[in-house]
């Protein structure tokens, strides 16, 4: 390749930038100079562009959902970030990206539209400015842990941790009722920002989004602990939860103004059914008045369930029943086996399916089953 051939090459990585307005001063000028002869990148550039256009904050949500995701790709393709996002904070950048989108394309009337929060403990009723309200007092516990501001007036978080190791799930999960402070945070914000219009509410909730996602760049192993008062995760479960969150509560907004609203791309899905697969052992001993069950000769069970998720972010976890073991020694068969969508398992761990209706592949011992499906809601919170 020669000189000329190269630089042609170096002017076309250039083109999706270019396309996004994100391309330096100088390098524009060069690559516009450059569009002017070479009828090939010209072609490519406008092709760019229009795509790009179609993206505008000005404009509605009615082109493919896939149409950003693609424009990006390409552009990642020609020039890799500077400091990428780390795998586990993608869900998070990705929801609540495509929560923004939904919030941009709502009218004054939408805005006022109540939308309906299920969690286990009943349902909250919350326009969309105060569900995002919500959204952020709880980000603020993922804030306070990697430094950053508490968008919450006068809050006073508990001590954490110093490390919580990677792989380790909740910690505590509430036996009944609401989750420790996170009720009462959400309703000082929203009083903190009853006179503010749901444009503001927006602002602060999206500026906290790129502030915690600039930060988690700059953690990209996520073992800093999170304490949200119902349990502590490392930040990078952390912030599957708040993915996780994202997604569910932004479906609520969008049925309540009647709009589609897409499901998380597979392999974030695979993320959020992993992490509620490693909570579902201390939703269980929330569930339990003991919790730990004796077999007859006083030793304790060891017992685990197989859990098959199907369709989107297929797999197999095994769930202790009671506990994790205190010795080598573990049964060489799951007690039981269930079969469910993944997307069904993610509703049901945010409340958002009745346990017993579930359409759910059973076979072993059904009461364990039964408990299971029981527990999994006590993961939700509103």
């Known amino acids: 390749m020669n000189i000329d051939e190269q630089r042609h090459e170096a002017l076309r990585s250039l083109l999706g930038a270019w396309a996004l307005d994100a391309c330096p001063r100088r390098e524009a000028a060069e690559l516009t100079k450059h569009l002017v002869g070479c009828p090939e990148c010209a072609e490519e550039a406008a092709r760019l562009r229009d795509a790009a256009g179609r993206l505008s904050a000005d404009e509605p949500l009615d082109p493919s959902g896939a149409l950003r995701q693609q424009v990006l790709d390409w552009c990642l393709s020609r020039r890799a970030p500077e400091l990428p996002v780390p795998p586990w904070a993608a869900p998070y950048a990705t929801e609540t990206a495509k929560l923004d989108a939904l919030l941009r394309d709502l009218g004054p009337a939408e805005w006022q539209e109540v939308a309906e929060l299920p969690w286990h403990g009943g349902v909250q009723r919350w326009r969309p400015a105060e569900v995002l309200c919500h959204l952020a007092a709880v980000d603020g516990y993922a804030a306070l842990a990697l430094g950053l501001p508490d968008p919450?007036?006068?809050?006073?978080?508990?001590?954490?941790?110093?490390?919580?190791?990677?792989?380790?799930?909740?910690?505590?999960?509430?036996?009944?009722?609401?989750?420790?402070?996170?009720?009462?945070?959400?309703?000082?914000?929203i009083a903190e920002q009853a006179g503010a219009g749901p444009a503001a509410v927006r602002a602060l909730w999206r500026r906290q989004n790129h502030a915690l996602v600039r930060t988690a760049v700059l953690s990209p192993h996520g073992t800093a602990p999170v304490d949200f008062g119902f349990a502590v995760l490392p930040l990078r479960d952390a912030f599957v939860d708040r993915a996780f969150e994202c997604w569910i509560h932004g479906d609520d907004i969008a049925r309540a103004v009647d709009y589609p609203y897409e499901a998380p791309a597979t392999r974030h899905l695979r993320l959020m059914v992993d992490l509620a697969?490693?909570?579902?052992?201390?939703?269980?001993?929330?569930?339990?008045?003991?919790?730990?069950?004796?077999?007859?000769?006083?030793?304790?069970?060891?017992?685990?369930l197989r859990l098959v998720i199907d369709g989107p972010a297929a797999g197999e976890?095994?769930?202790?029943?009671?506990?994790?073991?205190?010795?080598?020694?573990?049964?060489a068969e799951p007690v039981a086996s269930m079969v469910l969508d993944g997307l069904e398992f993610c509703y049901l761990a945010a409340a958002?399916?009745?346990?017993?209706?579930?359409?759910?592949?059973?076979?072993?011992?059904?009461?364990?089953?039964?408990e299971v499906l029981r527990a999994a809601p006590l993961l939700s919170r509103p």
């Open 352 to 370: 958002h399916r009745d346990p017993d209706r579930l359409p759910v592949g059973e076979y072993g011992d059904r009461s364990a089953i039964r």
């Open 152 to 189: 919450v007036p006068g809050a006073s978080p508990e001590p954490v941790p110093a490390r919580v190791p990677p792989q380790q799930a909740a910690t505590r999960v509430p036996a009944q009722g609401r989750p420790a402070g996170v009720l009462e945070r959400t309703d000082r914000l």
């Open 277 to 304: 697969a490693r909570m579902l052992p201390a939703a269980l001993a929330a569930l339990r008045e003991k919790q730990s069950a004796r077999a007859a000769d006083g030793t304790a069970q060891r017992r685990l």
């Open 317 to 331: 976890w095994l769930i202790p029943l009671d506990g994790p073991a205190e010795g080598p020694e573990a049964p």
